[in-house]
Every structure is written in structure tokens, then in C-alpha cells.
């Protein structure tokens, strides 16, 4: 198979796939944390280059049990509900969004801490023999080597690159070179420390990853 025509694009698209299976250690960051203020529901802040998506917040004072905020896709303007926030979004143009809005705070002061995903890094013809530019662990990199090799046998249009089905309850099977792959990275989520939401949340991290 000729892979030299497409083995940038290949190397590049398994390393996406990977980056974003699980909130791995490498893929998540903690922004500026932002102080709540009262009667404010609105927040500049200018996140990480890095910065791809929210994925958990919470209030803290350092004196009583942190406040877990639910991250949303996104909040209307105009909030009328005044009481303690718990829900957050990410507005764009460095603008994050809390509600309800905040009535007027007592001391201590009260920050938001807020933990993000990362956009991966883009391996192209210049970098891919470059140490370090795929960011993981040398450990697992038999996981990646996997999936190189399942999208090779698609692009060869191969037999062996397997298959993959859902049934009605969402349930997935996997066959052939896909099949390894997928039970590798399954390995890999059960021997990497990945965090995990508040249980009063409704969301698991390891869904928004």
C-alpha cells in the first residue's frame, strides 16, 4: 500500500482519536481561576491557547465544601433567577457564564476552578519525526501503534481492519485490527488515574472527553 501519501493525515488522525477517548492526564489543563463576584453572572477571562472545551468547575472559599458547578453548552443573557450558581458555560470571546446569578456574597471570597480539555497537537510532515510531538506516555504507545494499524488496513481498504456495530441499547462490538485497538485503549483507561466529576453532578467526565 502506498501509506506515504497519506501517512501524515493517518499518524494525525489516530492520534486525535486517542486525545480524545478519555480526559487523559496530558489532555487536561486548569484555567486562571475566576472570583465570583456579586450580583455577577458574566466573566472575563482569556482562556489557554490550548483551550478546547470545559469539562468540570466548582466554587471554593477554602473554608466549606466545594460548590459543583454543571457544565452546560451555553446560557441565555438575560438571567432573572438570582441564587447560588450551579451551572456554568464557556460563551466565547473570553466570556465565561454562571447561573443563577449571584446575590450578594459574604466573606470569604469565592473563586470558580475550572478544569478544561486540551485542542491535541496537530502532527504534520515537519514534526512527526520530531521526539515529543506526539504527546503521551512511551508506555502506552503500543495503544497508538494499534490504531495506526487499523487505519491503515482501511485505507488499503483491508479485511482485516475489522468492523464496527451498535445495537438499540448503544452497545458497541468490534471485530479484527479494530477490534485490538478498541481493547487496547479500554486497557489504557483502566491504568490511567482519570478524574472524575462530584457524584451531585450529573455528568461523568470521562462522557465529555
Known amino acids: 500500500m502506498p501509506l506515504e501519501r497519506i501517512q501524515t493525515r493517518l499518524l494525525d488522525d489516530i492520534n486525535k482519536t486517542l486525545w480524545m477517548a ?12 475566576i472570583t465570583l463576584l456579586s450580583d455577577t453572572s458574566d466573566y472575563v477571562v482569556a482562556p489557554p491557547a490550548d483551550f478546547l472545551y470545559l469539562m468540570s468547575a466548582y466554587i471554593a472559599d477554602g473554608s466549606n ?13 438575560s438571567m432573572i433567577v438570582v441564587g447560588i450558581p450551579q451551572f456554568i ?10 447561573t443563577p446569578r449571584p446575590g450578594t456574597l459574604i466573606s470569604p471570597t469565592k473563586t ?24 503521551m506516555d512511551d508506555e502506552h504507545f503500543h495503544v497508538y501503534e494499534a490504531g495506526v494499524l487499523w487505519a491503515a488496513y ?36 483502566s491504568r490511567e488515574p482519570l478524574p472524575v466529576y462530584d457524584a451531585r453532578t ?4 470521562k462522557e465529555v472527553a
Not at 478519555?22 to 481561576?33: E, H, I, S
Not at 486540551?118 to 510532515?125: F, G, N, R
Not at 488499503?156 to 485503549?185: I, L, M, P, S, Y
Request: glycine share 8%.
Open 22 to 33: 478519555a480526559p487523559w492526564r496530558w489532555t487536561v489543563g486548569t484555567l486562571t481561576a
Open 65 to 77: 465544601t466545594p460548590i459543583h458547578l454543571e457544565v452546560v453548552p451555553s446560557i441565555p443573557s
Open 89 to 98: 458555560s464557556y460563551q466565547g470571546t473570553n466570556t465565561f457564564r454562571v
Open 112 to 135: 470558580i476552578v475550572c478544569y478544561y480539555k486540551k485542542i491535541a497537537p496537530v502532527l504534520t510532515a515537519s514534526n512527526i519525526y520530531t521526539a515529543g510531538s506526539l504527546i
Open 154 to 189: 482501511m485505507y488499503g481498504d483491508d479485511q482485516r481492519a475489522g468492523t464496527a456495530n451498535v445495537d438499540g441499547t448503544g452497545k458497541w462490538a468490534f471485530t479484527g485490527q479494530r477490534a485490538t485497538f478498541e481493547a487496547a485503549v479500554s486497557e489504557m483507561k
Open 202 to 205: 450529573s455528568r461523568d467526565i
